[in-house]
Nanobody, 124 residues
Framework: QVRLVESGGGLVQPGESLRLSCEAS????????MGWYRQVPGKQRELVAD???????RYADSVKGRFTISRDYAKNTVALQMDSLTLEDTAMYYC??????????????????WGQGTQVTVSS
């Protein structure tokens, strides 16, 4: 079992930045991929970005050039730096981990462990 605890969500205006963090505990040696998904009411949970143990990063097209994912392997954390936020980035953001590096895009039903989620609201 892996436990994930997110932090860093909040309310910002369009064009501003937020940084999300997630710390993993438990069976951390089983983790290959750490990443972030987001979900809005009535829609499926979708990949935002993920990063493998080897350092490979993948991003949704909608966030490329604006979001950056990073990992601290010693601290078992993953962070998502979100810049130039738009209204469309408003969602619940979930930290996620996988034991396997699955083909892009890894759908939500393939995720091994989830965090509780942190709300990001972009509003003017």
């Amino acid at each position: 079992q892996v436990r994930l605890v997110e932090s860093g969500g909040g309310l910002v205006q369009p064009g501003e930045s937020l940084r999300l963090s997630c710390e993993a505990s438990g069976r951390i040696n089983s983790i290959n991929v750490m990443g972030w998904y987001r979900q809005v009411p009535g829609k499926q949970r979708e990949l935002v970005a993920d990063m493998s143990r080897s350092g490979q990063r993948r991003y949704a097209d909608s966030v490329k050039g604006r979001f950056t994912i990073s990992r601290d392997y010693a601290k078992n954390t993953v962070a998502l730096q979100m810049d130039s936020l738009t209204l469309e980035d408003t969602a619940m953001y979930y930290c996620a981990t996988n034991r396997m590096f699955r083909p892009y895009p890894p759908t939500a039903d393939t995720i091994d462990w989830w965090g509780q989620g942190t709300q990001v609201t972009v509003s003017s």
